[in-house]
């Protein structure tokens, strides 16, 4: 069974940086492509960044030049490098497995909620 553990959330002030990362068990970590998504109060869940086996990456316009996605498959984690945040980054964080190149049939952790401060 495909299991995902996010950590790394908190609060933090605008400007701040936070690193969150998640591990992945079950699966052939090394493989898969690997997403980072995110859902505010009141909004859909969103991509922020997501990142291929051979570690081509892709990111919202919203975080481009911010955020880093990167992944060490010695640990089956992917990481999330969020730095000058804002408080429109507020919002739950989950990462994702696609399944069958579709992340909604995916497997998804259980979230870590970021906060900023302004």
């Known amino acids: 069974q495909v299991q995902l553990v996010e950590s790394g959330g908190g609060l933090v002030q605008a400007g701040g940086s936070l690193r969150l990362s998640c591990v992945v068990s079950?699966?052939?970590?090394?493989?898969?492509?690997m997403g980072w998504y995110r859902q505010a109060p009141g909004k859909q869940r969103e991509l922020v960044a997501d990142?291929?086996?051979?570690?081509?990456?892709h990111y919202a316009d919203s975080v481009k030049g911010r955020f880093t996605i990167s992944r060490d498959n010695a640990k089956n984690t992917v990481y999330l490098q969020m730095n000058i945040l804002k408080p429109e980054d507020t919002a739950v964080y989950y990462c994702?497995?696609?399944?069958?190149?579709?992340?909604?049939?995916?497997?998804w952790g259980q979230g870590t909620q970021v906060t900023v401060s302004s």
């Open positions: 079950g699966t052939i970590f090394s493989i898969n492509p």
């Open positions: 994702n497995v696609p399944y069958g190149g579709s992340p909604k049939r995916g497997y």
């Open positions: 990142i291929t086996s051979g570690g081509n990456t």
